[in-house]
C-alpha cells in the first residue's frame, strides 16, 4: 500500500463516526426538505392546470439543485475542511504526523482528496434523496404536477456540473484550513465568502470568476464548460500553491 493510500486510510478511520460524515446526508436532506416544505404551503392557483410531468420534474430538480449549489455546497465544504484541518490543529497532531518518515506532501493530498471525498458523498446523497423528495412533494402536493419517472440523465448532469465547478472551493478550503489552526478562520472566511457571492454572483462581470459562486455558474451557463474548465484549472493552481506553502511551513 501506497504512503498516500495509507494515510487516506487513516483520514477514513478518523472520521468514522464524526459529524462530518453525518454531514454528507444532513445537508443535502436539508435542502430537499426546504424546499418541498416551502412548495407544501404555497397556494396553486385554483385554475392551474397541471403542468407536464417532464416539466413538473424539471421544475423541482432545478430549483433544489440551485439552493444546493448557491448555498449548502459553499458552506459544507467550508465547515468539512474546518473539521478535516481541525482533528490536526487540536493537541498539536500536526507535530506527530510530519514527525513521520513520509513526504510532507502526502499528508497534505490526503486532506484535499478526503473533502473531495466528502463532497462527492454528499453529492450521491442529493443524488438519492432528490427523487424522494419529487414523490414526498407528489403526494403531499400533487397539483404540482410531479409524476412519471424520474429524469436520471438530468439529475446526474447537473450534479456532476457542480462537482466539477466545486473543486476550486475545496482546494481553497483545504489551504484555509491547514494553514491557520483557529477553526473560526476557517469557517469566517467561507461563510463570509457564501454571504458576499449572494450579491457577486449576481454580477455578469464578477459572478463567474467568484470560488464561491462557480457552482451556482455552472448550472446556470447555457455552456458551462468555461466555468468548470476554471474551477478545474484554478483547483490545480490552488492545489499546488497549498501543497508548496505545507511543505515548507513549520509544525505547530
Known amino acids: ?9 487513516a483520514e477514513w478511520l478518523k472520521l468514522r463516526g464524526t459529524l ?4 454528507c446526508g444532513v445537508a443535502p436532506a436539508v435542502v430537499v426538505a426546504v ?3 416551502q412548495m407544501t ?23 433544489t439543485l440551485a439552493l444546493w449549489a448557491f448555498l449548502m455546497v459553499p458552506l459544507f465544504v467550508t465547515l468539512q475542511a474546518a473539521l478535516l484541518a481541525g482533528q490536526e490543529h487540536a493537541n498539536q497532531q500536526w507535530k506527530h504526523l510530519l514527525a513521520l518518515p513520509v513526504p ?24 438519492a434523496l432528490l427523487p424522494l423528495g419529487g414523490w414526498l412533494l407528489d403526494l403531499l402536493k400533487p397539483g404540482f404536477g410531479i409524476a412519471g419517472p424520474v429524469p436520471w440523465a438530468l439529475l446526474l448532469e447537473k450534479l456532476a456540473l457542480v462537482g466539477a465547478a466545486s473543486l476550486l472551493l475545496v482546494s481553497l478550503h483545504t489551504f484555509i484550513a491547514v494553514r491557520w489552526r483557529s477553526f473560526t478562520v ?5 461563510m463570509g465568502a457564501t454571504v458576499m ?16 459562486s462557480l457552482p451556482v ?23 499546488l500553491a497549498g501543497l508548496w506553502a505545507f511543505q515548507r511551513r513549520e509544525a505547530d
Request: glycine share 8%.
Open 20 to 23: 462530518a460524515l453525518w454531514l
Open 197 to 212: 457571492g449572494f450579491l457577486i454572483g449576481q454580477s455578469a462581470r464578477f459572478g463567474p470568476w467568484f470560488p464561491w
Open 35 to 37: 424546499y418541498v416544505l
Open 217 to 239: 455558474q455552472a448550472m446556470a451557463k447555457a455552456d458551462p464548460a468555461a466555468v468548470v474548465a476554471y474551477s478545474l484549472a484554478g483547483a490545480l493552481l490552488a492545489g
Open 1 to 9: 500500500m501506497s504512503a498516500l493510500a495509507r494515510a487516506l486510510s
Open 104 to 127: 510532507r506532501a502526502v499528508h497534505y493530498l490526503a486532506k484535499l482528496l478526503a473533502l473531495a471525498g466528502l463532497l462527492l458523498l454528499a453529492q450521491l446523497a442529493m443524488l
Open 186 to 190: 476557517a469557517v469566517g472566511v467561507g
Open 41 to 63: 404551503v404555497v397556494r396553486l392557483p385554483a385554475d392551474r392546470s397541471p403542468p407536464a410531468p417532464a416539466e413538473a420534474w424539471l421544475a423541482f430538480a432545478q430549483s
